[in-house]
């Protein structure tokens, strides 16, 4: 009680003083933005979780044309004319990170012309391309977006042994194309008892029906594209007679992951599944994401040899027969205990998911063995790092995109209230569809019913 009533009164001052002095941008639809961000912005007072070197209290907050300019204490010099954010009794960290989710690839899921979460008409489709399907303007990212999340990885359902390419994207911009900051920034490879085309009654399998279904494809994919490459390259030399191979979308799309370039976002829940998907992975030298490994407890040895990092969520899931009654709850801290470094991500069963939960996700996480400088860095900087955007995403420092969240209080808790979030520099409305239904009905709900 004695902290609801503190984050009452937090509330309460916020409301009477206001804690911002600049005016946000006016804007025209649910993600975009007419009006060109402020040149520069002084966050003051606030407690700065920088994520790489440590707490600054009562610390200042440079932002300039989209970028941080300067982090520092309170005698940090404010540039003239800069608008000032007062964040005094505030907390300051840097804009969430959602390692995979599905935003703009569906809006109302029971309308089949409003989803594109997967292409289901082949089992192996790596020239599918979420930009291409990605809508800017679906009423589902603002509500992610003012609890704090500022940037994802939106990817495919896993419905298909390769599903497509993933992309990452800010939550907010003038239009789509300022929204997708990398298109094809990985791949999406499933290894999970989902993608087995069992087909309706007996014997009506297609393939692939079994998990060895699902080796021998990838092999066999893998394989071609490999040849499809040293046809290429043969083609190439300036010896070569007759005409060069014909362009295959789906090969094409491969080379970037054969070659090692960019990584694999693979999901294998099971030990069983994890220990052949990673012996694939391995014989084609694929750089990897693990994603999931929910049910893998008996392996996380193993997984930590790998080398690899892994995307584990959601960890809501309930246990298995065989399995301790909190074993979902600590695998984040059992893969760290190990030095696997980790990202949340807010993909559930469904086929939507809510990013805006992913902070509590991880806080139950610290609540079962998670470090708490652990469980923040796997909302922003180790996903950054893990698609190799860390130098622009994921901390406090000079130099790095200006995605930062003002909050009154920590950010783990679901107590808390995100009072505002810039996107790019971009002080982002802190509305949403949800916001405007409680403006539009809770005055009625107050109404007193006439007797």
């Known amino acids: 009680m004695k902290n609801f009533k503190n984050t009452a009164l937090a509330l309460a001052a916020i409301t009477l003083t206001g804690i911002v002095t600049a005016q946000t941008p006016k804007f025209t639809g649910p993600n975009l933005t007419t009006t060109d961000p402020p040149k520069i912005i002084a966050i003051t007072g606030g407690k700065l979780l920088t994520i790489t070197h440590g707490t600054i209290d009562n610390g200042v907050l440079i932002l300039e044309n989209g970028r941080i300019t300067a982090v520092g204490t309170a ?13 005094k009794g505030m907390t300051v960290y840097p804009g ?21 979460l997967a292409e289901t008409s082949d089992e192996i489709m790596p020239q599918m391309r979420v930009v291409d399907a990605f809508h800017a303007e679906t009423v589902r990212i603002p509500v992610q977006r003012i609890n704090g999340v500022t940037t994802a990885i939106v990817a495919p359902a896993s419905e298909d042994t390769i599903a497509g390419q993933d992309a990452l994207i800010q939550l907010y911009g003038r239009d789509r194309n300022a929204m997708i900051v990398t298109p094809d920034i990985a791949l999406a490879m499933n290894f999970i008892g989902d993608v087995r085309r069992k087909g309706s009654g007996r014997g009506a399998s297609k393939f692939p029906s079994t998990r060895m279904g699902l080796a021998s494809q990838l092999r066999q994919t893998f394989l071609d594209a490999q040849n499809y490459m040293a046809e290429q390259a043969a083609a190439a030399k300036p010896d070569h007679k007759g005409p060069p191979p014909k362009v295959d979308l789906k090969f094409e799309a491969l080379i970037p992951y054969l070659k090692g370039e960019k990584p694999v976002v693979l999901a294998a829940d099971e030990s069983y599944e994890v220990e052949v998907a990673m012996s694939i992975a391995h014989e084609f030298h694929l750089k990897v994401i693990l994603n999931h490994v929910t049910h893998a407890q008996d392996l996380l040895d193993t997984i930590a040899s790998y080398k ?6 959601s960890i809501y899931s309930a246990p298995r027969p065989n399995e301790r009654y909190d074993a979902v709850y600590s695998l984040p801290a059992e893969l760290q205990k190990r030095g696997v470094k980790i990202a949340f991500s807010s993909l559930s069963d469904g086929p939507t998911s809510d990013s805006r939960n992913l902070p509590y996700a991880a806080g139950y996480a610290v609540a079962y063995g998670l470090p708490y400088d652990e469980a923040m860095k796997a909302l922003t900087l180790n996903p950054a790092e893990m698609f190799g955007v860390a130098d622009k995403q994921g901390s406090l420092d000079t130099g790095k995109v200006a995605n930062v969240v003002i909050a009154n209080g920590d950010p783990l808790d679901v107590r808390t209230s995100v009072q505002q979030v810039f996107i790019g520099g971009v002080p982002i409305p802190m509305t949403s569809r949800q916001t405007q239904l409680r403006d539009q009905y809770l005055p009625l709900s107050k109404t007193p019913t006439p007797k």
């Open 75 to 87: 005698g940090t010099a404010i540039p003239k004319g800069a608008q000032i954010f007062d964040a």
């Open 308 to 313: 690899v990092s892994v995307i584990v969520g």
């Open 96 to 116: 969430l990170f959602d390692a995979e989710t599905h935003l703009g690839l569906t809006e109302v899921e029971s309308d089949e012309n409003s989803n594109d």
